[in-house]
């Protein structure tokens, strides 16, 4: 540190006879020493030099922002540091720094021995520590290395030990820096990288800290403030420490400041005489601090998918630092309008406090990104692992009922098979299926139609999925093989969470008849998101909250682009989608539609085409619809997450349609009515019409 005044200090003798060590050590060395120490060249000085010294790492929050790039969801940090360029530091910052850390810092060479003398001298006058001996450049070399994560526990504490060891080390380093880097680097790396007490690393950081504003536009008095409080940032800051102590600190430098000749002594005065303006913020950190509660399952969700991609770690523990330490901007594919809709249409169906919920997502088809994730439910801590719209922690989903269908009609049409591939679909059923108890006869699995005067007889794939015909369905599945079915809805992303689930697929998918009734566990994202991929004619996209990541570097990460392959021939997904039209009050490309379980739909959405199944499970204990278009998907599961024992009931199905289709027509609001892509005649019937 360059000037301490103002007061006696009992480590005074101490700190001189330190100061005095290394004076008299400097002195003593071979005139080749000391050349080494101020003039080295270049390839001897930096052999030593460690790298992070030319590129430090030092860590940095991560900012997360919605779609536009501009709204601010959350910040990740557990050090509260942004680096900022030196063009956008307040000039009277820059020289109040070097005013009050180091006066000769741009005519030294990073080792300026006449201080190194001159505080000695000045230091044993009166046992009082007037004046240091570390150049700014120095100060930074420490900073570097007390705080470098590569470095072990020991090093960085021998980085601040008082000896002359450590002290000539820095020296070394510092003459070295000074030859690699120009005078306005070091200055720059020195204010990104320096504590100023309350929390804050940096000069942006402060500047916020302080004064909620950005750096570029502090004051003479506010940047003299900040300068001072350098050297005892924690006991001098006027945010919990001493305020005294810091309108002191900042009169000596604005009277440094005029010695160097950066203001007159006037401009001190009148800085001096301006009271403390303090307008002191935080920035909270993570998804429990979102800016709005409604934005914390969102961010949570991002967090999740962040730690599961290696770009950022081989391990969850190194991705999540990356995430707090990394000074990201991460721009997501969140919505704000759309997900405020989304958020008001599901508190329609359960309002807070309501043990049941409908957590709904919202999917862009052919990319993948989620536009929204909404849920009856505020974020905080204790849910931060009950991801009920995405998955995780405990929640492994629900029952979505008859909207697996949807993976029967695709391994039906894959195989070979039409849409008007017909059947005269019972009452009730017997499959070649194990089964027993109230839905067997016999050895055999035999279900039934919930409304045989309405589903039984002659169905087709048009038909028989807008009317969800529960007999027709299992017939087709015995037609392809449940195992089929089954490979099918993993090709569209939906992922077996529950341990039973998983065993069956893996080792039992030939006998899981069951399957196309939805007996499997999911959640809305994983069947909003397969749904859009027959939305995309057959293009898979993982699902992803993120548009772009701008890492400290400032470039973009490919880690951000969509990842999507083909998983369905594009004739599949059209002859699917033709057929999905009927549960909705839509109408195929050939009229074949006779009838729907959610009829209401296409009206809602004011003559869009459109596209979408209902669902319920058995005993109505819960209550699914997802819809799509060409450009939306979007998918609401009704259930007790808590209490699967405790059935919505079928009264609540019809809020839940009612609550997907309004999402839709509020999101789709200005877009252009875009049609689907009418199946081929051989695919609908099997030959040219």
Same mark, same amino acid.
């Given at each position: ?88 530091? #307040? =000039? /009277? ?5 070097? $005013? @009050?850390?180091? *006066? ?7 080792? +300026? ?100 504003? #950005? =750096? /570029? ?5 506010? $940047? @003299?403030?900040? *300068? ?7 006991? +001098? ?453």
């Amino acid at each position: 540190m360059c000037v301490r005044s103002l007061r006696p200090r009992p480590l005074s003798l101490l700190v001189s006879s330190l100061i005095a060590g290394v004076a008299l050590a400097v002195a003593g060395f071979p005139a080749s020493v000391v050349v080494a120490l101020t003039a080295k060249s270049a390839s001897d000085a930096y052999l030593d030099l460690p790298s992070d010294l030319e590129t430090p790492p030092p860590p940095q929050r991560s900012y997360l922002y919605a779609n536009d790039g501009k709204t601010l969801i959350a910040t990740f940090y557990d050090v509260n540091r942004q680096e900022v360029p030196l063009n956008k530091v #307040a =000039p /009277a910052a820059r020289d109040a720094i070097v $005013a @009050a850390e180091d *006066a000769r810092f741009f005519e030294h060479g990073g080792v +300026d021995m006449r201080s190194v003398i001159r505080a000695f001298v000045a230091n044993g006058t009166d046992g009082e520590v007037e004046q240091g001996a570390s150049t700014l450049t120095m100060q930074y070399v420490r900073n570097v290395l007390k705080t470098n994560p590569n470095l072990s526990p020991q090093e960085r504490q021998d980085a601040t030990d008082d000896t002359a060891r450590r002290k000539l080390q820095e020296m070394r380093y510092a003459a070295a820096l000074e030859r690699k880097l120009s005078k306005e680097e070091i200055l720059n790396r020195y204010l990104n990288i320096s504590y100023f007490g309350a929390g804050a690393y940096g000069i942006a950081a402060a500047s916020e800290r302080y004064f909620g504003k #950005a =750096p /570029a536009k502090l004051t003479l008095a506010e $940047a @003299a403030l900040l *300068a001072g409080l350098v050297q005892s940032p924690d006991s +001098d800051s006027p945010i919990g420490g001493d305020k005294a102590r810091a309108l002191e600190r900042r009169g000596y430098v604005l009277d440094s400041m005029a010695r160097t000749g950066k203001i007159t002594a006037a401009q001190a005065a009148k800085a001096k005489a301006e009271p403390l303006r303090l307008k002191p913020t935080r920035l909270p950190s993570g998804c429990v601090a979102a800016r709005q509660d409604t934005w914390g399952f969102f961010c949570d969700y991002v967090r999740q998918w962040w730690m599961g991609q290696p770009e950022f770690g081989p391990s969850p523990q190194q991705r999540e630092r990356d995430l707090f330490e990394g000074g990201y901007r991460i721009v997501s594919s969140l919505d704000p309008e759309t997900q405020k809709v989304a958020q008001n249409e599901v508190l329609s169906v359960y309002g807070y406090g309501n043990d049941r919920a409908a957590p709904m997502a919202v999917v862009q088809p052919g990319t993948g990104r989620v536009l929204a994730m909404a849920v009856n439910r505020h974020y905080s801590l204790k849910d931060t692992t009950n991801q009920l719209v995405a998955g995780g922690g405990s929640i492994v989903g629900y029952q979505a009922g008859s909207t697996f269908k949807m993976f029967t009609m695709l391994a039906a049409l894959e195989s070979g098979r039409n849409l008007a591939t017909g059947f005269n679909a019972p009452g009730r059923f017997m499959s070649k299926y194990p089964g027993g108890g109230e839905a067997g006869c016999g050895n055999k699995w035999c279900p039934r139609n919930a409304t045989p005067s309405w589903m039984n007889g002659y169905r087709t794939m048009w038909n028989g999925f807008g009317r969800s015909v529960n007999t027709y369905f299992v017939w087709l599945e015995q037609q392809v093989g449940a195992d089929k079915v089954v490979q099918m809805a993993q090709r569209l992303g939906i992922t077996f969470r529950a341990e039973s689930d998983a065993k069956l697929a893996k080792n039992q998918a030939a006998r899981w008849g069951a399957f196309t009734l939805g007996v499997s566990a999911t959640m809305p994202l994983d069947l909003a998101n397969a749904y859009a991929t027959v939305a995309a004619e057959g293009v898979h996209c993982q699902p992803t909250p993120v548009l772009s990541i701008i890492g400290p570097s400032g470039d973009r990460l490919p880690v951000s682009n969509p990842k999507c392959q083909r998983v369905l021939r594009p004739e599949v997904a059209r002859a699917a989608t033709d057929a999905a039209r009927c549960p909705v009050g839509d109408q195929s490309a050939y009229g074949r539609c006779d009838g729907g379980t959610a009829d209401e739909v296409a009206g809602i959405l004011g003559g869009r085409q459109v596209a979408g199944k209902t669902g319920t499970s058995e005993f109505d204990s819960t209550a699914s619809f997802v819809g799509y278009t060409p450009q939306l998907a979007v998918a609401s599961i009704a259930a007790n997450p808590d209490d699967p024992q405790d059935y919505v009931g079928s009264a609540v199905q019809q809020s839940v349609v009612a609550a997907v289709a309004q999402t839709m027509a509020a999101t789709l609001s200005g877009f252009p009515k875009q049609k689907f892509n009418p199946p081929d005649a051989r695919i609908a019937f099997g030959r040219r019409r």
